[in-house]
């Protein structure tokens, strides 16, 4: 399968494409820079040095392409999460650059779109567990495009193709996708919210890169990527401190969170237990790490 990948040199990326590869797809993925195009094409990738906001060069670059696979993000460091300027350019990959991926996707015959989504737009569902079918909660506006992506998957759909929306939890692993965050938590700014009974779904990088390589065979439809036990956060966090002989976490009132952060408490408070049921039951997947808390002894494992 002849494959577009945008995203290739993310933190799922750097895992998927040589999946991907080794599967013999034939994988022709995004950079902009020299070591990203080295990387790719050490992997057997190709490289495209193109701009994703421009759609001449999309169309271009998806003629002939059985499927596309939209992993590019731009997410803002945990400083500046709470805010909503710094979501901007991930708002255009999700919202403008999905379209105008779709747009090209139905003009050059594409035949699936993979498109990557988030799990942590759920609304507060307590203890129970949360299916594809659950409410949203967007009153954080950054989460919003996530909706929007989806929605021009949905697109791609009612045009013929098989659209598929990822909605992945909350990613962790070694290197630069928990770095800042196990930093922080050395330091002891990582705090534990209220009671810390709100559910945390998460998902290791390595499962993320499987359940994208899954999909490319996957029936139409959305998909919630979790692991398969999801922790309250007080065992999330508290595992962590623990694992790295931080001092023990600071608690902070969920009510002074709401006041400090406001909509953008949506990010840490909600409770998310996220079942991934429908994606094992469609493609036979199965995370590695079925839970955080041994997951992140892997983790620290590869960091040390």
């Given amino acids: 399968m ?44 190709r490289p495209a040095e193109i701009d994703l906001f421009d759609e001449d060069e999309v169309d271009t670059t998806t003629r002939g392409i ?27 990959l999700r919202d ?57 998957v949905d697109r791609f759909r009612e045009g013929g193709g098989t659209g598929i929306s990822l909605r992945l939890a909350r990613f962790y692993g070694p290197g630069e996708v928990s770095g800042e965050y196990i930093e922080a938590m050395r330091i002891r700014e990582i705090p534990v919210v209220g009671q810390g009974t709100n559910y945390v779904s998460s998902l290791h990088i390595y499962d ?4 994208l390589a899954a999909a490319m065979d996957a029936p139409d439809g959305t998909y919630n990527v979790g692991d398969d036990e999801p922790v309250p956060s007080v065992v999330y966090i508290d595992t962590l401190a623990e694992l790295l002989s931080a001092p023990k976490p600071r608690r902070i009132p969920g009510a002074a969170v709401r006041l400090a952060l406001g909509k953008a408490a949506s990010l840490v408070r909600p409770s998310q237990r996220v079942s991934n049921r429908k994606f094992r039951e469609a493609t036979g997947w199965a995370p590695v790490h079925p839970s955080v808390v041994e997951g992140w002894r892997d983790v620290l494992t590869l960091v040390d």
Avoid at 5 to 32: Q, Y
Avoid at 100 to 113: I, S, T, W, Y
């Fill in 2 to 45: 002849k494959v577009f990948f945008t995203g290739a040199t993310g933190v799922v990326g750097r895992v998927a494409v040589p999946l991907l590869v080794r599967a013999g797809h034939e994988v022709t993925a995004v950079s902009r820079s020299d070591e990203g195009r080295e990387w790719l094409q050490h992997v057997g990738a």
């Fill in 66 to 92: 059985d499927t596309v696979v939209h992993f590019a993000t731009k997410i803002p460091s945990l400083a500046q999460m709470v805010e909503v300027e710094p979501w901007a350019m991930n708002d255009d």
């Fill in 96 to 152: 403008r650059v999905t379209g105008m991926l779709v747009d090209a996707a139905h003009a050059n015959g594409v035949g699936r779109f993979i498109q990557q989504s988030i799990t942590f737009f759920y609304a507060d569902g307590g203890s129970e567990w949360l299916d594809e079918s659950a409410p949203l909660d967007t009153s954080f506006t950054p989460l919003a495009s996530a909706v929007a992506a989806e929605g021009h």
């Fill in 208 to 211: 993320a890169a499987t359940a």
